[in-house]
């Protein structure tokens, strides 16, 4: 069990964008460029036809390709997941196509030749790149919540960590950057918690609610004020709300790590009345 | 089959299929030169006798 307590940045959100895999079916097409302009020099327009929607639709396979295996990659490393959309078995569809009708109107092979074209190309995504995922990630409904909310949830948390984190890209004051940075760490861990065992999310549901989203309307508030204006007690202001919700974000992991039974009602009150005082609820 | 050497064979699976269908749509648009010119010089000698 030690391993999934471990913290774990929770990855809904986060594409694995610079992964090379997939690109091949952007570069192998390029010899319909030329072949396109030749055909129109020529005044070939089924040539042109057939080598322009080919480029195009090649491209349309490498895009839903790399979407598909981003899609994977997020599949892979959480661990409650939905089976992502069958972008990849689309990709190989099109990319079989089209090579077909390319080996067929293109380059004028007989029609049994460009299917063993087509066939050959679904078999080369297939070996390369393999298939979605099909299976459910599941977990069981915990204290009342079903499947598909706790996934909400932690969607729905994640995309408002995510909204803090782009709200402090726009605060200039290093201090404060990390601040909200070991802010972000510590709610990602919490997630990451809550994903690992569901059943923390009734414990951790108004944390959820009240704290994060305090904390969200926090930082994009001071974000923006602080562009136009610049005061010392606004800063100060906002540094004490940054601890308390620092220190509180602290607390609520611990508790969850040592699966203390005791809610943090009473906090989330204290912290909800400070939001409130500091003109920020 | 490891995942490396079935990537392998996909990788050319997919290089040899895509990309000769779409060398040779190429080569059919545009017919290489010394065929093309050896295919018209014949042209000319028939037409000549």
């Not at chain 1, 979605?132 to 408002?160: C, F, M, W």
């Not at chain 1, 950057?177 to 108004?206: G, T």
């Not at chain 1, 992991?253 to 909800?272: M, P, R, S, T």
């Amino acid at each position: 069990m030690d391993q999934f307590r471990k913290p774990k940045r929770f990855v809904a959100d986060t594409l694995h964008r610079y992964s090379p895999r997939g690109l091949l079916l952007y570069f192998l097409p390029m010899a319909l460029i030329p072949a396109t302009f030749i055909a129109l020099g020529k005044g070939h327009l089924l040539g042109v036809i057939v080598n322009a929607a080919g480029f195009a639709l090649y491209m349309l396979a490498a895009w839903c390709l790399r979407r598909g295996l981003q899609a994977e990659h997020v599949y892979e490393k959480s661990r409650i997941a939905r089976p992502p959309k069958p972008l990849k078995m689309t990709a190989a569809i099109i990319a079989a196509l089209t090579t077909g009708m390319i080996a067929w109107l293109g380059a004028g092979r007989p029609l049994p030749i460009a299917l063993l074209f087509a066939g050959g190309a679904f078999l080369g995504m297939y070996l390369s790149y393999g298939f979605d995922p099909r299976k459910e990630k599941n977990i069981v409904a915990a204290h009342g919540y079903s499947r598909d909310e706790i996934l909400q949830t932690l969607e729905d948390s994640s995309r408002i960590i995510r909204g803090i984190e782009q709200a402090n890209d726009r605060i200039r004051n290093a201090e404060l950057n990390r601040r909200i940075e070991r802010i972000c760490e510590i709610a990602d861990s919490i997630l990451a918690e809550i994903e690992a065992d569901p059943r923390d999310i009734r414990r951790a549901r108004k944390f959820l609610n009240v704290y994060l989203d305090g904390a969200r309307q926090v930082t994009e508030g001071y974000a923006k004020t602080h562009q136009q204006t610049q005061s010392e007690e606004l800063e100060q202001n906002f540094r004490n709300v940054l601890e308390t919700i620092e220190s509180a974000f602290q607390e609520q992991h611990q508790k969850l790590l040592e699966e203390d039974v005791f809610d943090l009602d009473v906090k989330i009150e204290v912290l909800a009345t400070q939001l409130k005082r500091e003109g920020i609820l | 089959m490891p995942i490396v050497l079935r990537r392998l064979l996909g990788f050319i699976i997919l290089v040899a299929t895509i990309g000769l269908a779409t060398c040779q749509s190429l080569v059919k648009a545009e017919p290489l030169t010394a065929s093309a010119s050896a295919e018209a010089s014949l042209t000319s000698r028939t037409q000549a006798r």
